[in-house]
């Protein structure tokens, strides 16, 4: 069936941060009494290139909180700068596949720079956890490698899924999983 890969965990430090979150036409609202509030339009702008198009936020004022949602997009953001930095190309963002009858929507979809599939999960923060099915599916996609069936339009833009998809069939190439866990977060 292929190669095992293995689950790769990894804990990463702060290291240097780069201001990602804010974006074009982005509206970010703070007073000294309420946390920070962010507009949906404030994820980052993707280019075409995989590279993110962004201005710097002022994070330093103590009232900013960010919420879950918004430190999980940072993480996400954080691993796809890693990711294009060693060579890889980024494929797709919350693609949805089922193995064994298990939906998931891992993080980030890539091909590292030997060629590879990788299903890649983020996780950012101390109390990230990961949901009921990715702690079902993703150590059975390592151990057991079976095959997965990709679902919905984000999977249907991913050349490896296309045919399998138009064929309602498994995929059944070699891939790899990873579950990247920032602690202290990444926070941009």
Not at 82 to 90: A, D, L, M, P, Y
Not at 110 to 132: C, D, M, Q
């Amino acid at each position: 069936m292929g190669i095992d890969m293995g689950i790769a965990v990894a804990t990463v430090g702060v290291g240097t941060i780069v201001n990602k979150l804010a974006s074009k036409g982005s509206r970010i609202m703070q007073s000294r009494h309420k946390p920070i509030k962010t507009e949906p339009d404030a994820m980052p702008a993707i280019s075409n290139a995989g590279k993110v198009n962004s201005a710097p936020i002022n994070y330093e004022n103590s009232a900013i909180q960010f919420s879950a949602y918004q430190k999980g997009e940072m993480g996400k953001l954080q691993r796809m700068d890693e990711i294009i930095q060693n060579g890889g190309t980024i494929l797709g963002t919350e693609v949805t596949i089922e193995v064994n009858g298990i939906r998931i929507r891992p993080d980030i979809v890539y091909r590292n720079k030997e060629g590879l599939l990788i299903f890649s999960e983020v996780k950012n923060g101390p109390r990230a956890r990961l949901t009921h099915n990715q702690g079902r599916a993703l150590p059975i996609m390592s151990d057991k490698h079976p095959v997965i069936f990709p679902k919905g339009g984000n999977a249907a833009k991913i050349p490896e899924f296309k045919n399998v998809m138009i064929n309602n069939a498994p995929y059944t190439g070699n891939y790899g999983v990873e579950i990247i866990h920032y602690d202290p977060p990444i926070l941009y």
